[in-house]
């Protein structure tokens, strides 16, 4: 299984990105997906998830009420709608598809990973 996230680029604090993660077949329409990133120097740490159904999402608390996480089964694809950006939110974000159809905040409960994109958000 392959995942290619895409939509990452350089925006002004203030602005918005669309991150889009396609899966190469059909294998993450009955399990979780989750969104991580990674700031240079920094651990990866968790950003969003969202179950089979996309019925029950869960956000970090830096980017709650910010961030969306949606996804497509039909298209076997998760988005990540990210409103007023901020530069803390720079780094390579990456999506990942769960063990199980749950939401899950643990990267140790993914088995499949994105390569990332870079997201860049200026002051």
């Known amino acids: 299984v392959q995942l290619q996230a895409s939509g990452g680029g350089l925006v002004q604090a203030g602005g918005s990105l669309r991150l889009s993660c396609a899966a190469s077949?059909?294998?993450?329409?009955?399990?979780?997906m989750g969104w991580f990133r990674q700031a240079p120097g920094k651990e990866r740490e968790f950003v969003a998830t969202?179950?089979?159904?996309?019925?029950?999402?869960y956000y970090a608390d830096s980017v709650r009420g910010r961030f969306t996480i949606s996804r497509d089964n039909a298209k076997n694809t998760v988005y990540l709608q990210m409103n007023s950006l901020k530069p803390e939110d720079t780094g390579v974000y990456y999506c990942?598809?769960?063990?199980?159809?749950?939401?899950?905040?643990?990267?140790?409960?993914?088995?499949?990973w994105g390569q990332g994109t870079q997201v860049t958000v200026s002051s």
């Open positions: 969202i179950n089979w159904r996309g019925s029950d999402t």
């Open positions: 990942a598809v769960a063990l199980g159809p749950s939401t899950s905040t643990d990267d140790s409960r993914y088995k499949y």
């Open positions: 077949r059909r294998t993450n329409s009955n399990n979780g």
